[in-house]
Structures are given as C-alpha cells and as structure tokens.
C-alpha cells in the first residue's frame, strides 16, 4: 500500500468519524429537554390526569349509550375501552417551521362492535361526522380485518379493557353479518413538547 492511499483512507475514517460524533451530538440534543420515561409515567398517573380520563370517560360512554339506544343495529355486541399515554413525536429537525408535538399525550379510544347484516353503504349513513366506522373486508385477507385494539407502541401508560372479556373479534366474525367497529375517541391531557 502506498503512502497515498493510506493518507486517503485516513481523511475517509476522518470524515466517518467526524459524521458519527455529528449524529452522536443530533441524537443527544433531540433528547435534550425532553422529560423522560419515568417522569411521563408519574404525569400520567398523577390526580389531575386521572380525573381528566374519568371525565373524558363518562363522555364517551354516554355517547355510547346514545349510539346504543338509536342505533338501528340495537346495543353494541362488545365494547373495547383503550386508555393510551404516550410520547409525542418529538422535534422535526428537516423542517424548523413543523408545528411542535406535544411531549406526551394522553388519548382514550371506545370502540363498539356491532355484527349487521346490511350492506356497509347503508350503514355509512348512520354515523356522524367526526366519528370512524370500519369494519371487515369480505374474504379471507387477515390483513383486512379488523385488529384486536391494544394501547399505542410507545405508550408509557396503557390499558385495555373489552367488556365481555371473553367475547374476541375471531367470535363475533363467526356470526351472520358484517363486523364493525364504530370507533369514539377523545384527546383528555397533553404536555407540550419543548
């Protein structure tokens, strides 16, 4: 090897060191600021959280009874309340004029599960705007199905409660009918991201 070719290799470790200890600094000043895990748990589990998701609660139960009295499909046949606490997206670094995420938001999900046996376009015409309705492709593509809810990926805190428990969306697609969800969500905390 040539004395010109290891001064080449040289400036290119250089050059690789130099970009690593660059995405080193990134990754440590997008972190700088934000509060961490623990901190966002003990916000999420903190009184003024929890009478903030009892009240968002009450709500959405209440239009969910609502749906269930002047629903034309009758009550809901399971109910999925999924209570997520999750870290927001961060700082978008490529974009300095992208709105701020919050460093946490806290969201509840009510999902009602109805087995109709109508056609899916005149069952769109019941629902309000604002509210999300999805139900089962016909055929045997799993992927088209509806997935059993569960708390978001990052969430720091996460339940999810069915009611029945027992009742599986692999049970309800076993009778007669198309499967919906009729999905109610509301946004009750956020911490605003630094």
Not at 43 to 61: G, P
Not at 161 to 188: I, N, Q
Request: proline share 7%.
């Amino acid at each position: 090897m040539t004395p010109r070719a290891v001064r080449r290799i040289g400036r290119r470790a250089d050059r690789a060191v130099s970009l690593l200890f660059l995405f080193l600094l990134a990754g440590i000043g997008a972190r700088a600021g934000r509060p961490g895990r623990r901190k966002l748990r003990r916000i999420a589990t903190s009184d003024e959280v929890r009478l903030k998701r009892e009240r968002a609660e009450r709500e959405l139960w209440a239009r969910a009874e609502e749906i269930g009295r002047t629903s034309p499909w009758g009550p809901a046949v399971r109910t999925t309340l999924v209570d997520t606490s999750a870290r927001g997206g961060g700082r978008n670094h490529l974009d300095p004029h992208a709105p701020k995420q919050p460093a946490l938001y806290c969201v509840l999900r009510l999902h009602l599960y109805f087995v109709v046996d109508r056609p899916a376009e005149d069952v769109l015409g019941d629902v309000r705007s604002g509210e999300l309705l999805s139900w089962d492709v016909p055929g045997d593509d799993a992927r088209a199905r509806l997935q059993e809810p569960r708390p978001a990926r990052r969430a720091v805190l996460g339940t999810c409660v069915s009611d029945p428990s027992d009742v599986t969306l692999a049970v309800l697609r076993e009778r007669p009918g198309t499967l919906f969800a009729w999905t109610l969500s509301t946004m009750y905390h956020t911490v605003p991201g630094a």
